[in-house]
């Protein structure tokens, strides 16, 4: 069965940093486009960025709100992808997903870590 | 990139229908062909249910499909169920390597 898993949420404060991981199995994670997604308290979702996989160049594209303040990265060698978050705002509080994306479509996903930013 | 629209809520009965929008522009919804749908119970992981506004990946059943007008897509989930229960949200591809989603929208079978 795929799974992805999403680990290291929590609270933290304004101004804090954060790292998620997002390890996977049941699918060939080297071979596939990864990304980040978040859903602030009833708010919809929101695409946060991508990674190609390593053999493409691993290129890696974020969305204008997090550009400068998050890295995704990930260990083909763990199955694991990652998110750092730095400088984390009120607005950053949310359940965060980690997804592959495959042809313009999210065919696999976690169920979600949840990060709270105190102010 | 705003947010695709989607009404907050729909319900039905069982075994009927019901049709979930998905509003968004002419730089995404109506732009590409690349709408994707998605369920989503609470506290699990959610399920892809239709991507290239009309194609339905193996396992998901025949009771749900999509279609796309324009700049608006829509879901309809024939023959509804009690496990239907959920919340659905749309996908759009929005170029330059983007995507946009929906508002989602929480289904009530009634």
């Known amino acids: 069965d795929v799974q992805l898993v999403e680990s290291g949420g929590g609270l933290v404060d304004s101004g804090g940093s954060l790292r998620l991981s997002c390890t996977t199995s049941g699918f060939n994670f080297n071979a596939a486009w990864m990304t980040w997604v978040r859903q602030a308290p009833g708010k919809g979702l929101e695409w946060l960025g991508r990674i190609e996989r390593t053999s493409d160049g691993g290129t890696v594209v974020y969305a204008a709100p997090v550009n400068g303040r998050f890295t995704i990265s990930r260990d083909d060698s763990r199955d694991t992808l990652y998110l750092q978050m730095n400088n984390l705002r009120s607005e950053d509080t949310a359940v965060y997903y980690c997804?592959?994306?495959?042809?313009?479509?999210?065919?696999?996903w976690g169920q979600g870590t949840l990060v709270t930013v105190s102010s | 990139q705003s947010a695709l629209t989607q009404p907050p809520s729909a319900s039905g009965s069982p075994g009927q229908s019901v049709t979930i929008s998905c509003t968004g522009s002419?730089?995404?919804?109506?732009?590409?062909?690349?709408v994707s749908w998605y369920q989503h119970h609470p506290g699990r992981a959610p399920k892809l249910l239709i991507y290239d506004v009309t194609k339905r990946p193996s396992g998901v059943p025949d009771r749900f499909s999509g279609s796309k007008s324009g700049n608006t897509a829509s879901l309809t989930v024939s023959g509804l169920q009690a496990e239907d229960e959920a919340d659905y949200f749309c996908s759009s591809y929005a170029g330059t390597n983007y995507y946009v989603f929906g508002t989602g929208t929480e289904v009530t079978v009634l």
């Open positions: 002419s730089s995404d919804v109506g732009g590409y062909d690349h």
């Open positions: 997804s592959s994306e495959y042809w313009y479509y999210f065919n696999y």
